[in-house]
Nanobody, 124 residues
Framework: QVQLVESGGGLAQPGGSLRLSCAAS????????MGWYRQAPGKQRELVAT???????NYAGSVKGRFTISRDNAKNTVYLQMNSLKPEDTAVYYC??????????????????WGQGTQVTVSS
């Protein structure tokens, strides 16, 4: 099995910062793209940022210049540094990983996994 465990959410004031972490563990052959998504109350889940195994990044326009995604491939961990936080950043943040799991016959299968979510609240 594979688990994605997130940490680092909480309460921040407008203009403040938070850093999210997400560690993948379990039967993993390799991890392709990792990313962060968020879902605010009454809204659909939306992409925040993604990063490939090679380090190429992609950001939603609403967070570009304020958030930075990074990863440590040796630790199977992705991070999201969030600066200049705004009340509209309030949401549950979910980690996602597209990864290959090894099979007993020596091949692998590709799956997308999600973390359990971590609450980020930006309020004064």
């Amino acid at each position: 099995q594979v688990q994605l465990v997130e940490s680092g959410g909480g309460l921040a004031q407008p203009g403040g910062s938070l850093r999210l972490s997400c560690a993948a563990s379990g039967s993993i052959f390799s991890i392709n793209t990792m990313g962060w998504y968020r879902q605010a109350p009454g809204k659909q889940r939306e992409l925040v940022a993604t990063i490939t195994s090679g380090g190429s990044t992609n950001y939603a326009g609403s967070v570009k210049g304020r958030f930075t995604i990074s990863r440590d491939n040796a630790k199977n961990t992705v991070y999201l540094q969030m600066n200049s936080l705004k009340p509209e950043d309030t949401a549950v943040y979910y980690c996602n990983a597209d990864l290959r799991r090894p099979l007993v016959d020596g091949t692998y299968t590709l799956h997308s996994y999600w973390g359990q979510g971590t609450q980020v609240t930006v309020s004064s």
